[in-house]
């Protein structure tokens, strides 16, 4: 009987605790159903910007309008902001976040008067995809401003007042893929400077200071296709062993060594004119090229709005995707019968063990205790009286 006890108490605890995880469970999807609903939003585009669409994604371009500062000039909700030729010098933390632009894949800051910006500037803007800082007056990078950005294809660098760089990483980044650090005054470029992105695969850092360049710069760009040198000073008898290598590497490469590569020039043709286009070093964007045909005053699109007033109720909050949820989607039965085997094991094994140590009585000993007797017996006509003791 006791066996049976524990095994019905176990079992009982199972099936009531998977009843509330399942409850909570399902409350939990309903709560968050209703408070992730789509709505169409309509975004008023701002009197500094033309607003339109570019390749499917919502454009601004705010560019020559001599603005100082990003807050309130920027539509919410963009994803390509072009802020070019204007008068920014600094870009503060959070600036971004605060005026709803995290959903940036495209940012454009080129030719602005940029000098300063902010260590966590631009970790609200995770998607971001290209940055163009390019003609601005940067005197240093700081590998923090792309911690956050998990998605970073393309950075533009040209044309800052950049300098010498130290001995370290640029900055980390498993995903950028083109780097131009052209016009940038460097004085050489060290063997850890590139060691951080493992699938660069287009290099520019023509027009610099260089005066030497070592294989040990690339030789970890396992990716690597293009590479521009030309414009620096360096000779050509410290440079053949460096093309060398690129050449063994199929890396197309330009320097002042080498006559022009062909390779990337395409012809053309343009009103019957046969006209000679460069493929090289090819911006994702061309923001020269980026005519708005269609301005829009207003975005209207679907997104995504949250706290719709759901009141939440206080469960215990279940682990996504556990084995136990995997299961009950397979079969509930399934789960009814292990709860009860489980049970029953259970059960029947501290049974066991409570029936195996469970005191075993043993008899008291019980002092003795010793009572006179007496007897009497007639002898000769006397009697007589005797008094033993007796041992109980």
């Not at 408070?35 to 570019?54: G, M, P, W, Y």
């Not at 682990?319 to 094991?345: E, K, N, W």
Request: a negative charge; one cysteine or more.
């Amino acid at each position: 009987m006791e066996y049976f006890w524990y095994s019905f108490n176990i079992l009982l605890t199972i099936i009531i605790s998977l009843i509330v995880e399942t409850h909570c469970t399902m409350n939990q999807s309903r709560i968050s159903e209703n408070q992730a609903k789509r709505h169409l939003v309509e975004i008023k585009c701002t009197s500094n910007c033309i607003c339109d669409h570019f390749q499917g994604l919502r454009r601004a371009t705010c560019s020559a309008k001599k603005m100082v500062y990003v807050k309130d000039n920027i539509p919410k909700k963009t994803e390509i902001l072009d802020f070019s030729y204007n008068y920014l010098t600094k870009i503060h933390n959070n600036e971004f976040h605060d005026n709803d632009l995290n959903s940036l894949k495209v940012l454009n800051m080129s030719h602005n008067k940029l000098g300063e910006i902010d260590i966590f500037a631009f970790e609200p803007i995770r998607e971001l995809e290209i940055l163009d800082l390019s003609h601005n007056a940067l005197q240093y990078i700081l590998p923090e401003w792309f911690w956050e950005l998990s998605v970073l294809k393309e950075v533009h660098l040209d044309h800052n007042n950049l300098g010498a760089l130290k001995n370290v990483p640029l900055f980390k980044s498993d995903t950028l893929q083109v780097l131009d650090l052209s016009y940038c005054q460097l004085p050489h470029i060290l063997d850890l400077t590139l060691s951080e992105m493992p699938n660069l695969h287009t290099l520019d850092i023509s027009e610099n200071f260089l005066i030497n360049i070592e294989i040990a710069t690339i030789s970890h760009l396992q990716y690597l296709e293009k590479i521009q040198l030309h414009g620096n000073s360096i000779e050509c008898k410290n440079l053949q062993d460096f093309l060398a290598f690129l050449d063994g590497h199929s890396v197309r490469h330009t320097s002042d060594c080498v006559e022009e590569d062909n390779s990337d020039i395409e012809m053309i043709e343009n009103n019957g004119n046969i006209q000679k286009q460069s493929n090289q070093f090819e911006k994702m964007i061309d923001w020269a090229s980026y005519t708005t045909k269609k301005p829009e005053s207003s975005w209207i699109f679907e997104d995504i709005i949250t706290n719709q007033g759901v009141e939440e109720k206080e469960c215990p909050q279940p682990v996504p995707d556990t084995f136990l949820q995997r299961v009950i989607a397979i079969s509930p039965i399934i789960v009814l019968s292990m709860c009860v085997v489980s049970g029953f094991l259970v059960g029947l094994i501290l049974g066991c063990l409570c029936r195996f140590k469970k005191p075993v009585r043993r008899p008291r000993h019980r002092k003795p205790i010793h009572r006179i007797s007496r007897s009497f017996s007639i002898r000769g006509g006397q009697v007589h009286d005797r008094e033993f003791l007796i041992e109980q």
